[in-house]
């Protein structure tokens, strides 16, 4: 691992998000200035200051680069504005505004087409899909495009929803999967849309579409685990396995990893950290292999999966300072 120096935003006030895109080419950052900031990593110049929101920008995503360079932005004032880059400029390309203030955003994977999943102060939970194949915008117009979006939305929790993760649309045992509403299901085996949220209530919850009666229902919801607002949700890549796993922290310093180790089996405790500072974020690696959670004490840390099966803290400084001892 390299350690990189920081990085000077200039924001004028507190960030709230910093996401990079799916090649790493590009970061976001998201400020109480309720400016959304693009830069290029490589250079580490800014490309493009986005200003649409009245309010604090809270949440931002990237879309799968099989949607374009298309990125979302929320927040305090309601609104999710979709923006896209085009030659030589960024465009917004749509904005709605929700009932409540937007706490998280999260793309969901490309195989269910371009769906962005909101979580809402007011307890639920809101999808904007593009129903249009190819929108306005890729054919060069540069009015924001109001058409086409289809709204869908279920309450989760009690108190406001503050976070949410997709599940990984495919895995090994995929073929006892319904139907989902996505062409690509007529040439891949994928599973219906699921999605876990965590909220104010300290529940975390995973809920899944019903096709046949076309609506959302709570699967399933965890064991109370922490007592106070779950902070973050983050379901593992991916990986090949048959195997289900799901991060969760929150304000009371607590993560906790659950695993199901194949489709309809319950859900067990695999793993549970306690810090010092409230656990505010967290970050799967590519290969799922590895989790990373940041604190309110501007902390990093690292846990790592074992050969084993469970989980262990990875002292990443301690680590650096051996190699270079060796060197």
């Avoid at 990593?41 to 360079?69: N, Q």
């Avoid at 932005?73 to 929700?98: C, K, M, N, P």
């Avoid at 060069?140 to 009690?158: K, L």
């Avoid at 983050?234 to 048959?242: D, E, S, Y």
Wanted: with cysteine; charged share 20%; net charge negative.
């Amino acid at each position: 691992a390299q350690s990189l120096p920081p990085l000077d935003t200039g924001h004028a006030g507190p960030i709230h998000a910093a996401v990079l895109d799916a090649l790493g080419c590009r970061l976001a950052t998201a400020s109480s200035d309720r400016v959304v900031r693009v830069w290029d990593v490589s250079s580490r110049k800014l490309v493009t200051e986005l200003k649409g929101h009245r309010g604090s920008v809270w949440s931002i995503a990237w879309a799968h680069p099989s949607h374009w360079a298309l990125l979302a932005s929320a927040g305090e004032d309601h609104s999710v504005i979709f923006w896209r880059e085009a030659v030589g400029d960024w465009l917004q390309v749509h904005q709605t505004e929700l009932p409540g203030s937007v706490l998280a955003v999260s793309f969901g994977p490309w195989e269910y087409g371009l769906q962005l999943a909101t979580a809402c102060s007011d307890g639920r939970v809101v999808l904007l899909t593009l129903a249009d194949e190819t929108p306005p915008w890729l054919a060069g117009e540069t009015s924001q495009h109001q058409q086409g979006w289809q709204e869908e939305s279920f309450d989760a929790h009690e108190g406001g929803v503050f976070a949410l993760s997709w599940g990984p649309a495919t895995g090994s045992s995929a073929s006892a999967a319904t139907p989902c509403a996505s062409d690509v299901c007529t040439t891949a085996k994928i599973w219906p849309r699921r999605i876990v949220t965590g909220g104010a209530d300290c529940r975390v919850c995973i809920f899944e579409h019903d096709m046949a009666a076309q609506k959302w229902i709570e699967q399933h919801c965890f064991p109370l685990e922490h007592t106070d607002w779950i902070r973050d949700v983050a379901w593992r890549p991916n990986v090949g396995l048959a195997a289900n796993t799901i991060a969760t922290c929150s304000e009371d310093g607590c993560i906790v990893i659950w695993a199901q180790a194949i489709a309809d089996q319950p859900w067990l405790k695999q793993a549970q950290f306690r810090s010092d500072a409230a656990v505010w974020q967290l970050s799967w690696s590519l290969t799922g292999s590895c989790l990373a959670a940041s604190t309110s004490a501007g902390e990093v840390q690292l846990y790592q999966e074992r050969l084993q099966g469970d989980w262990e803290r990875v002292d990443y400084t301690e680590n650096q300072q051996d190699a270079e001892k060796k060197k």
